[in-house]
């Protein structure tokens, strides 16, 4: 998998098999007005030296639950997301749309797992747009996405991005609830990450999976792995020395498996991880991260807990 990845704009579709209609049974117990919807807005500005938000609109039970700034912080605010629900429920819609103004720097991270339930009836959806303008940067550290047995569900995650700002994505993902013996027994998941530089698509992974239709434990899938992770690093100043350094930090041991190369024309890196715990690679992808932060924006490496 890892050491050298070829593609620049990846697709990794482990579910390569026709999708079938739920029978005429289960059709007609859906009842699409029982869809619930849950929005989350808001806007960052940067002012006098420091990020601010200046809008924000919340729909139950996604919410903004508390701001702050980090030890070290130049600037930056820090901003973590919660959901005041047991998780995404069956026909669940979320939707979160960020907005980070010129010069903005915003470091995002949620206080919870993304927990993905049961869909007897409707499948679930999950939805983050983000936009940033000049010199913006945004550093996403969200919890682990976890689809529970019976789940169907989708993950779109996009970003609209300027020449001068900068993106840092680490998008984890587990096979479960693992350390209960649940481990690939939901019905489909489907991820997908979308980055745009100037109206132009820099980065498209999609990664699809339905577990009866195939063997996610296959030498083309996760081996013996239960989470895996991806971490996107877009934006200025990025190139072979950056990567020489994230390459010279990838572990040797067979805990995680990791390779790592650069997007098209240096304008950034992308990383795989295979795992069996999502701390472990969360921690990972923040240690790569400040490895090349100071180079990267100028800021001193990122004190943040997870």
């Known amino acids: 998998m890892m050491r050298q ?48 938000i200046s809008d924000r609109y919340h729909a139950a039970p996604l919410r903004i639950s508390r701001t702050f700034r980090l030890p ?14 047991p998780g995404v429920m069956n026909g669940d819609e979320y939707d979160s749309k960020w907005q980070l103004k010129e010069g903005a720097h915003v470091v995002l991270t949620s206080t919870s797992a993304t927990r993905l339930h049961p869909t007897p009836t409707l499948p679930s959806s999950v939805s983050h747009t983000f936009h940033l303008e000049e010199g913006a940067v ?36 587990s096979a479960g609830r693992v350390h209960r013996g649940e481990i690939f027994d939901f019905v489909h ?28 434990d296959s030498l083309s899938g996760m081996l013996d792995y239960t989470h895996m992770a991806a971490l996107w690093i877009v934006g200025q100043n990025i190139g072979q020395e950056e990567l020489d350094v994230i390459r010279e930090t990838l572990p040797n041991s067979g805990r995680i498996l990791a390779g790592a190369t650069l997007l098209a024309e240096g304008q950034g890196i992308a990383v795989r991880l295979l795992g069996r715990a999502a701390y472990e690679l969360q921690e990972f992808c923040i240690a790569l991260w400040n490895k090349i932060r100071p180079t990267v924006i100028g800021k001193v490496p990122l004190q943040f807990r997870k």
């Open 189 to 216: 998941f489907e991820g997908q990450t979308e980055v745009w530089m100037d109206d132009e698509l820099l980065v498209w992974d999609r990664f699809s999976i339905d577990p009866s239709a195939e063997q996610p």
């Open 5 to 52: 990845l070829q593609h620049i704009c990846t697709r990794t579709n482990m579910a390569i098999a026709t999708h079938t209609n739920p029978p005429e049974a289960e059709l007609s117990r859906m009842n699409l007005s029982s869809r619930k919807r849950s929005e989350l807005h808001a806007t960052f500005e940067h002012k006098g030296g420091l990020t601010y």
């Open 138 to 173: 945004l550093e996403y550290f969200p919890e682990c996405v976890i689809p529970f047995a019976g789940s169907h569900s989708t993950l779109m995650t996009t970003f609209h991005m300027c020449r001068s700002s900068a993106l840092v994505y680490a998008d984890v993902w």
């Open 72 to 85: 070290g912080s130049d600037g930056e605010l820090c901003v973590y997301t919660s959901d005041v629900s």
